[in-house]
T-cell receptor, first 112, second 113 residues
Framework: KAGVTQTPRYLIKTRGQQVTLSCSPI?????VSWYQQTPGQGLQFLFEYFSETQRNKGNFPGRFSGRQFSNSRSEMNVSTLELGDSALYLC???????????FGPGTRLTVL | GENVEQHPSTLSVQEGDSAVIKCTYS??????FPWYKQELGKRPQLIIDIRSNVGEKKDQRIAVTLNKTAKHFSLHITETQPEDSAVYFCAAVNGGSQGNLIFGKGTKLSVKP
């Protein structure tokens, strides 16, 4: 089976812009979680989507949003970018009713 | 909510020695504890996990132990090899939310040949 894929892999934006990141889960996985990874804060949970519904949300401002499509692909959007949003954004997928999350390669976002 | 503490932040060992990384968690409802290895520029990869109904699990040179009473779990790597060098993260499920992992800050393991 193909692993979790994310596009784009690298992105450079300027402050105030918005960005959309995409995640395609492993075939058959209906849960997609998003995480932000920075050197200072480590890996932090953003939100989880399951069957097109947001199940959980981490402690991030409303500028961070997401959605999931009927084929389980997920997108996350960050509006009004700030310098502090520069990070590696990882998504992870899992089978329903299981615990194991498999990570994608991440999207490296740089905000100038 | 859940909070996970991980120690040490850096660990250097000689090839062939053992390495131990320890984590503590705060939420007694947490029931799943994975360990991920992340090499530079790569995605986190699951190396072993343990559920709260098990005290210990082993997979070749890697083992994890869980003490639910004390709320701590540990990763043990024996006969370390240079390719074990990476950052290791422990995590715990946040309460009953299986898709929400709370991670420790990571341990950078260096194995010197």
């Amino acid at each position: 089976k193909a692993g979790v894929t994310q596009t784009p892999r690298y992105l450079i934006k300027t402050r105030g812009q918005q960005v959309t990141l995409s995640c395609s889960p492993i075939s058959g996985h209906r849960s997609v979680s998003w995480y932000q990874q920075t050197p200072g804060q480590g890996l932090q949970f953003l939100f989880e989507y399951f069957s097109e519904t947001q199940r959980n949300k981490g402690n991030f401002p409303g500028r961070f949003s997401g959605r999931q499509f009927s084929n389980s692909r997920s997108e996350m959007n960050v509006s009004t970018l700030e310098l502090g949003d520069s990070a590696l954004y990882l998504c992870a997928s899992r089978l329903a009713a299981t615990d194991t999350q498999y990570f994608g390669p991440g999207t490296r976002l740089t905000v100038l | 909510g859940e909070n996970v503490e991980q120690h040490p932040s850096t660990l250097s060992v000689q090839e062939g020695d053992s390495a131990v990384i320890k984590c503590t968690y705060s939420d007694s409802a947490s029931n799943y504890f994975p360990w991920y290895k992340q090499e530079l520029g790569k995605r986190p990869q699951l190396i072993i996990d343990i559920r709260s109904n098990v005290g210990e699990k082993k997979d070749q040179r890697i083992a994890v132990t869980l003490n639910k009473t004390a709320k701590h779990f540990s990763l043990h790597i024996t006969e370390t090899q240079p390719e074990d060098s990476a950052v290791y993260f422990c995590a715990a499920v946040n309460g009953g939310s299986q898709g929400n992992l709370i991670f420790g800050k990571g341990t950078k393991l260096s194995v010197k040949p």
